[in-house]
Structure formats: C-alpha cells, structure tokens
C-alpha cells in the first residue's frame, strides 16, 4: 500500500472470505488513521543513515554500511503513523553471520522507530553435522531451504531418481526447523549438505577472501538423495552443482563436511587452475579438494566431527568405520601413494592424491 505515493510499512489488513468468495471479517493490525499532513522531512536522508548505522553498531554488527540510501516510507507498525526512514545496513553479526538490519527512523525526529534483521536462519539436525543453523527464507506461508547470505545457495531433492539432467525439488518447511538428525527423513541429508555449502562459503571468503566459487558472489547449488543407495558424491560443471548419494541401504548418506567441502572444491579448481583430471595433475585435483574439504572441517569446529587428516570418517563408506582416505600415511588405505615416484601418473587420481595430501599433513603437523 501507499499513502501519498509513500510505501506503508505495517498496518497490516487481512480480509476473511468464505469459500464462495464473499468477504465475512477483516482483521488490521491498527486502528489509526494516517493523517500525515506534510511529507517533506525535517531530516535528511543522511542524518537517517547515521542514526541506522550507530543502531547497527549498538546491536554489535561490525563492518556496516547503507545498503543504498535510505527511502522515506509511512510507519504504521507501532504507534501513530509517521513519515519515516528505512535503511538497510549490511554487516557481520557477532558469531560470523550476515547482517541486513532494517532501521526505521522518524524522519522528523531522527528518533530510531523499530528495527528488524532481515537475514534469517532455521536451525536443523543433520546426521553429519548435529544441530546446525541453515539459511532459510520466507516463502508465502512456509520457509525454503535458501542460504540468501551466501549467494542464495539452495539445495534440492531428487528423491532417488538415478537422472542427473534433473535439479530435484525445493525443500519447504512449516516451522524452519528442519531434519531429524536420522536418514529417515529426507531433510537430514539436505541439513548437512546445506550446512556443508555453507561453511565452505565462509572458508572461502573469511579465510581465502574469495566470494564463492568463482569469486563473483554466486553460489552453487547442492541435490541430496541421487539415485538409490548410491555410495558416491559428485560435482559437475554443467550444473554448477554438488550432488550426493545416500550410500548403503540409504542410510549413510555422503554428506559430511569433508565430502562437501571436496565436491564444492572442485568447482573451485575448475574456475581456477583447471587441473586436468587425469595424470599427475589429476593427483593434485583430487588432492585440492581433500585439502579444502579438510579445511572446511577445521574450519567449522562442529563438535560433532571435529577437524582431522581423514576423509570421510562419518560416512562409512567400508562398512568397518574406516574413513575412505588418511592423509598422514595415504598409503594405509593400501592403495594410495605416500610420495611421488616416476609412473604415479598413470594411476587413479584417489590413489595419486596421496602425494600432495601427505605434502598437506606435513605442511600442516610438521614431520
Ligand atoms: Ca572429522
Ligand atoms: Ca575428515
Ligand atoms: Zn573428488
């Protein structure tokens, strides 16, 4: 709504009707007549922007700054309405989480009306990760899986379907609490692969300085549940996406933070050295993942699968809870390479990643 070519900001009307279409209630969230005579501000926009940005500060957000300048609005959420400001400041909240904190101003006071953070989080129970906070967004009456402070990352269901051409379907929520923290339910894989890209995101840009994959701030996109009882993960160009099994008997599926950060890495390898995967520098592609994907599980400190030099030690891939690759000794899987000899290159990239990982565990622990 508007009042003199001003949005209205609160002040709600929901209008009741029977099925037939006949209106029988109205609800409104407030009683008061707008009677703004005069809508020319005895403030400037600048001096709202300064008043939202130290209400940002005070909130404890760090690194704020106006979105764009703020826009003269009608407030008629709480009280009397009011010609108003509202400006968006963008920042970093106190644990690391984006801020987009919306700051209403009296625009004849300077006065701060209300405040609300627009960056949300549902929190989640992956069989990985534990509990989690998940970006979510509101979408009409329920939520949607999308991680809008990091590129707008989503993470879809395929609900087993063996076709990789498809994007699967979008995951909705009736309370943005999501996953059980068992496979018997389809959310708790999309948890920990959603948890997965995100703490990724955030290695990249709080560690690396780099915004996304490709650095331009767009995300990729995560599938759960490909095919039935597949044991495998992967990435793929086309799509821009990661994709993961449930492995065996569709209860192990393989979405740890290892494995994302892998399958994630490889799209950065990809928009960056493109290692070619094959020969020796399909060993060192292999390789940047496991050493990303490592670094993502240090990074995140999740209690529930602290940081090692293992890959994969919370899917159980073997079946005997041996992790599928060690970094410290590559070769106690009994295939990989501990160092590079003449010929590595003719091997299978998993087994010739050994070499750069073992490289990454003594860079790391020291010998
Ligand atoms: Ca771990
Ligand atoms: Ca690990
Ligand atoms: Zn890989």
Known sequence: RTYAGLPVLGGDLIVHESASGASRSVDKATDAD???TDTSAAIAPSGAERSALSAAQAAGDRKTGAEDAPRKVIWAATGKPVLAYETVVTGVRKDGTPSKLHVITDADSGRKLYEFQA???GTGTGQHNG???VGSVRSGSQWLLKDSARGGHRTYNLKH???ETKKGSAFY???NVWGNGKPTIA???AVDAHYGAAMTWDYYKKVLGRNGIKGNGKAAYSRVHFGDAYENAFWDDDCFCMTYGDGAGNKKPLTSLDVAGHEMSHGLTSATANLE???ESGGLNEATSDIFGTAVEFYAKNAKDPGDYLIGEKIDINGDGTPLRYMDKPSKDGLSYDYWKSGVGNDDPHFTSGIANHFFYL?????
């Not at 860079?363 to 010998?367: A, C, D, K, Q, T």
């Open 34 to 36: 707008i009677e703004v």
């Open 119 to 121: 960056v949300q989080n």
């Open 131 to 133: 509990k989690v906070t």
């Open 161 to 163: 379907s063996w076709d």
């Open 173 to 175: 929520d009736a309370d």
């Open 187 to 189: 959310q708790t894989a």
């Open 277 to 279: 995967y094959s020969g």
């Open 363 to 367: 860079l790391s622990e020291g010998s």
